[in-house]
């Protein structure tokens, strides 16, 4: 019933930039809360940013000024432009509805900083 597909991930200096992709399946795309998660070996899952349907958005405390998420209902994708990159940010990142997900996780997208 429902499918997320992340891409984008990689390896990158710290101060560097990448853009991560969220590919989701599911009739309530366009009227559902979306947000990127992240998890880092160790620690718990964690949001660090959400958008409304209506293009509201939010973030943690510990990416906001460096993250913007956005979003294309009609393309049923969700967008994490992430730039000046920290070692801290290194972690599988995920997408998914918030605050509820579903029970259907992807695989997510490896993001590793360098030091």
């Known amino acids: 019933q429902v499918q997320l597909v992340e891409s984008g991930g990689g390896l990158v200096q710290a101060g560097g930039s990448l853009r991560l992709s969220c590919a989701a399946s599911g009739s309530t795309f366009s009227i559902a809360t979306m947000g990127w998660y992240r998890q880092a070996p160790g620690k718990q899952r964690e949001l660090v940013a959400r958008?409304?349907?209506?293009?509201?958005?939010s973030y943690a405390d510990s990416v906001k000024g460096r993250f913007t998420i956005s979003r294309d209902n009609a393309k049923n994708t969700v967008y994490l432009q992430m730039n000046s990159l920290k070692p801290e940010d290194t972690a599988v990142y995920y997408c998914n509805r918030f605050p509820i997900p579903s029970g259907y996780w992807g695989q997510g997208t490896q993001v590793t900083v360098s030091s």
């Open positions: 958008i409304y349907s209506g293009g509201l958005t």
